[in-house]
């Protein structure tokens, strides 16, 4: 497969129509498709038929084999990219799924462009490393053909490599060699019979053409031409040498030259940029390049004789004695990694046997172990978003059921009895709802569901819930007059929350807050310019944050949104409140500003710009709240609801039938479709539809709805679902829908919308 062909895909998928919709989503991307099978053995019994490039596998699969065990075995059959498509999200399945190696995880439900996206990343990586092996194999097949005899050695002075000319001219065999020392194997003298020295890799380059006498396994001694060259790996660090030499015809024998003694590898290494040190028994500094010396501050004279650990603190030798120790004692190469206090960096020691004692090479690793915690925290909230998402849905429609039927309750009850526990059931299940909430929000930047909301009367009801801390004054102050805004009010909520969890931190003492909600002026946001417009309209609009706090510490203050960072440790602080906020914040275009000074407090400013969501988000005037069912039908409208969780349906259809609604049910897409269609013929069409967006096992909201235009390029429906971040619950209008309603969600909102939206199709069908 090359970058110019057609990828070849085997869908590996037990729902038949998603094997199908994958298959022609990817054939329009100009992707061909070999095949769709049902379960792991058929994929398998169809591999050398289909002989795809890459794999897109379910994890739960029809047959004995999951899609976790199909990968590992095809992957043994031969080095095909693997693509996870499911909706597993346990960290049990991620953690087998990544033993696979596989090339993306996708998890289901997702759109079009996630899954070209997830393809095509896959798809170049796997040529990407198709190119690798053939460009290696062909630096094999050059060598193996070489006229010239190549042999290629370690920094440790073990030989790895020995072409058949080289095999000839040596009289070593290559599973004779391959460990050996390379002074043993290459053993080369000068015409005078002295021991001749590996010429250094770089000194090699500028060297002139030399003959050389090599000893042979024989005894046999047999002139030759050589040169050097470095072997270094993807970083460009020297990772070892390369000997290229030719046998030229047989010059008069020298005299039989001395026993050699071992050649120094520093000899060889002795350009090496990073710090190097050989090492006797007894631990002795015998050499230092001048590397080295850089980094211990030190002249060679202070060096040489100088022990090893006392170079080191007390801690570094009992760490790490134990393993250099038994690498001396051994013959063996030892890696380790230690910390150097002193210059607060990283060093990898790689260790080599080396006479009596040992080749230290070191390497300052800082910025590897720094990228490597930085990958470390992403893989850990990439962990963490498929762990929310996973069970996400499946929690909110519990609190869907719970808050719902614990406000069915307190309407029942409102005439009678007051329960005050009801009330707190009630607060319990939405903190839970928040919880999870911001879980996704922080794990997944999950887009915001706008509606027309006033910040002051968001920021009334949000402390009218909120519980205040004692020895803490609170001062709101609203600017009057200010314009509407297209936002999540749920996720500003919880911006809003975590700002004044943080200040209340900031002031265990007692203190003050101050909220304020404004237009930034001109002057603030445009410094320096002139306004004509005396009738200037603001931009945007800022809810500001600020406490009279202990502060942030200037250098704690570029740290403060990365996620895990807290300085309130001993108060099982988890860090993530203010990186929430700043996805939140991003995620409605605007911005997150941090002011703080030591001793003298923080503002936090979170700005939202005003924009044409504004329109969108009132496209069906869905801001108008209607509490008395609308008089813009006869009879009583006709509603069909999809919902595969058994109590969420039951809840849904007591709440619209107790409010006057005629409910049709369906748990399935396709059942819901038929429901329609068979209304539709008999002239008894639904005024709308609620679908859920996710069913387990069958068809979801989104086909149900395609199929739903076909039929009725009128119907009007709203998608609800646990997956509050689906691109679908973010851009309802785009997918056909009216409104969309996340799950958990009271009674009350469900009626409100389900009446705007009937009110809204009435007012159209009358004009």
């Keep these: 497969m090359t970058s110019s062909d057609p990828i070849r895909i085997l869908i590996v998928e037990n729902e038949g129509l998603v094997g199908c919709d994958m298959a022609a989503s990817l054939g329009k991307l100009g992707h061909h498709v070999v095949g769709i099978c049902a379960s792991g053995e058929e994929a398998l019994s169809r591999f050398e038929e289909l002989r795809p490039d890459l794999v897109l596998l ?36 991620v953690a087998r799924a990544r033993q696979t190696h596989p090339q993306g995880y996708l998890l289901k439900p997702f759109n079009h462009d996630e899954l070209r996206l997830a393809v095509e990343v896959a798809a170049q990586r796997h040529i990407e490393e198709r190119k690798r092996q053939r460009r290696e194999h062909s630096y094999f097949d050059a060598f193996q053909s070489l006229a010239d005899g190549v042999i290629a050695a370690d920094l440790a002075g073990g030989v790895i490599f020995m072409n058949p000319a080289a095999v000839r001219v040596t009289g070593w065999l290559p599973e004779e060699v391959t460990g050996r020392s390379l002074n043993e194997v290459f053993n080369i003298y000068q015409a005078s019979g002295e021991p001749a020295e590996i010429l250094p890799a770089d000194a090699a380059a500028q060297a002139t053409e030399r003959t050389v006498y090599l000893t042979t396994r024989a005894g046999e001694r047999v002139p030759i031409q050589d040169r050097t060259a470095p072997l270094r790996d993807e970083q460009g660090e020297l990772t070892g040498l390369i000997i290229l030499f030719r046998a030229h015809v047989p010059a ?11 050649a120094p590898l520093v000899d060889v290494v002795e350009s090496i940029s990073d710090p190097l040190f050989a090492l006797d028994s007894r631990w002795r500094v015998t ?18 004789g100088l022990s090893l650990w006392d170079l080191m603190p007390t801690a570094t030798r009992e760490a790490h004695y134990e393993a250099l120790a038994r690498a001396m004692l051994h013959r063996e190469t030892v890696n380790r990694e230690l910390f150097l206090d002193e210059k607060q960096i990283w060093l990898e020691v790689r260790g080599y046997p080396f006479g009596e004692g040992l080749l230290l090479l070191v390497q300052d690793v800082t910025a590897r172990r720094e990228e490597a915690e930085r990958r470390n925290r992403i893989d850990r909230l990439e962990s963490l978003g498929l762990l929310a998402r996973g069970f996400a849905h499946d929690f909110n429609n519990l609190l869907t059921v719970l808050l719902g039927n614990i406000s069915l309750a307190e309407m029942r009850l409102r005439n009678a009895i007051t329960l005050p526990e009801l009330h707190t059931a009630k607060q319990a299940t939405l903190q839970a709802q928040n919880l999870v909430q911001q879980l996704l929000t922080f794990a997944r930047g999950g887009a915001p569901i706008k509606t027309q909301i006033h910040l002051g009367d968001l920021i009334d009801t949000f402390f009218t819930h ?21 936002i999540d009010g749920a996720q500003v909520r919880r911006l809003l929350s975590n700002l004044i969890r943080n200040a209340e931190q900031a002031q265990p003492n007692g203190g003050e807050i101050i909220i304020r909600c404004f237009a930034p002026d001109h002057a603030e946001m445009f410094p320096g310019e002139m306004v004509s417009d005396k009738n ?15 502060g942030i510490p200037p250098d704690h203050l570029s740290h403060i949104f990365e996620p895990y960072f807290s300085t309130r440790k001993a108060d099982n602080a988890t860090g993530l409140g203010l990186t929430v906020c700043e996805s939140i914040a991003k995620a409605h275009g605007g911005s997150l500003t941090v002011r703080s000074e030591p001793g003298r407090g923080t503002t936090v400013r979170f700005y939202l710009p005003l924009d044409s969501d504004a329109e969108e988000a009132d496209a069906f005037g869905l801001s108008k709240v209607f509490d008395t069912p609308p008089e813009v039908e006869a009879a009583a409208p006709r509603i069909l609801v999809l919902e595969d969780d058994p109590l969420v349906r039951s809840l849904i259809v007591r709440n619209l039938t107790s409010n006057g609604f005629d409910v049709t049910e369906s748990a399935e897409g396709s059942e819901t479709v038929r429901l329609y269609q068979e209304s539709q013929s008999q002239g008894r069409a639904f005024d709308l539809v609620i679908l859920d967006l996710s069913i387990p096992n069958g068809m979801g909201g989104i086909r149900a709805m395609e199929k739903l235009r076909v039929l009725d390029p009128e119907v009007f429906a709203i998608v609800s679902s646990g997956y509050s971040d689906d691109p679908v619950m973010a851009n309802p209008a785009s997918y056909g ?20 939206i009937l009110a809204t199709r009435g007012i159209r069908r009358a004009s």
Excluded at 470 to 486: C, F, M, S, T, W
């Design 58 to 93: 379910d994890v739960h699969l029809s047959g004995q084999l999951d899609g976790i065990d199909t990968a590992h075995e095809l992957q043994r059959r031969s080095k095909v990219a693997i693509v996870y498509v499911t909706a597993c999200a346990d960290l049990e399945t």
């Design 737 to 756: 829908f009216a409104a969309v309603l996340p799950k958990p969600y009271e009674p009350a909102d469900m009626l409100r919308l389900v009446r705007n």
């Design 287 to 304: 050499y230092a390049n001048a590397s080295a010396l850089r980094l211990f501050d030190r002249n060679l004279q202070d060096m040489l």
């Design 536 to 550: 200037f309209q603001p931009s945007g609009l800022a809810i500001e944050v600020e406490d009279k706090g202990e």
């Design 252 to 262: 008069p024998a020298p005299q039989p030259a001395p026993t050699r003694s071992s």
């Design 466 to 486: 909120h519980t205040r801390a004692n020895r803490i004054e609170y001062r709101i102050d609203v600017q009057p007059g200010l314009p509407q805004i297209a």
